[in-house]
T-cell receptor, first 111, second 115 residues
Framework: AQSVSQHNHHVILSEAASLELGCNYSYGGTVNLFWYVQYPGQHLQLLLKYFSGDPLVKGIKGFEAEFIKSKFSFNLRKPSVQWSDTAEYFCAVGWADKLIFGTGTRLQVFP | DSGVTQTPKHLITATGQRVTLRCSPRSGDLSVYWYQQSLDQGLQFLIQYYNGEERAKGNILERFSAQQFPDLHSELNLSSLELGDSALYFC??????????????FGPGTRLLVL
């Protein structure tokens, strides 16, 4: 069965540290890729998405993600995190009218 | 605020009971999706409706059913509840029908506790 893996379940950082959250998937064909974020007490919302073109995608709030086809990866990055980035981050992979979410990574940023 | 509303926010019930969760999509969105989020299984897709018709089914139990009404709001019915059904249930909506390309807008969720 196709799967989406987010290996980091819980990440703890200090403000200004750099962030990279991993996302790997198992489907070998063309995929569409998403990162969603859920801030404490709020709904999930789209952070960024990739369908085609430049594999480096910029999203809201200074986040970016890089699609590396050979590694089946779509890692989320931010050069300098803020306390307000504390949230749960979900990677989602879509293909052939399906969408699968990863199990999420909880990020805690301390001042 | 995503524009998607869900009621109730919290629900506590007993095993064997039946509950109904309600979702109103964003204005103009024709698709409604239901997800179950539990600690050990992440966000699991249950079912999708598009413009009143069932479009896709995921890991939805036979004890669960859903429908989308002419005004496009949707209800998820959970019956013969078990302890393991305790979870956060999210509704999401999108303009179009194709799951792998649509941006989904999520509601705040309904937290169900089965005692």
């Amino acid at each position: 069965a196709q799967s989406v893996s987010q290996h980091n379940h819980h990440v703890i950082l200090s403000e200004a540290a750099s962030l990279e959250l991993g996302c790997n998937y198992s489907y070998g064909g063309t995929v569409n890729l998403f990162w969603y974020v859920q801030y404490p007490g709020q709904h999930l919302q789209l952070l960024l998405k990739y369908f085609s073109g430049d594999p480096l995608v910029k999203g809201i709030k200074g986040f970016e993600a890089e699609f590396i086809k050979s590694k089946f990866s779509f890692n989320l990055r931010k050069p300098s995190v803020q306390w307000s980035d504390t949230a749960e981050y979900f990677c989602a992979v879509g293909w052939a009218d399906k969408l699968i979410f990863g199990t999420g990574t909880r990020l805690q940023v301390f001042p | 605020d995503s524009g998607v509303t869900q009621t109730p926010k919290h629900l506590i019930t007993a095993t064997g009971q039946r509950v109904t969760l309600r979702c109103s999509p964003r204005s103009g969105d024709l698709s409604v999706y239901w997800y179950q989020q539990s600690l050990d299984q992440g966000l699991q897709f249950l079912i999708q409706y598009y413009n009143g018709e069932e479009r896709a089914k995921g890991n939805i139990l036979e004890r669960f059913s859903a429908q989308q009404f002419p005004d496009l709001h949707s209800e998820l019915n959970l019956s013969s509840l078990e302890l393991g059904d305790s979870a956060l249930y999210f509704c999401a909506s999108s303009v179009g029908a194709t799951r792998d390309v649509e941006t989904q807008y999520f509601g705040p969720g309904t937290r169900l506790l089965v005692l």
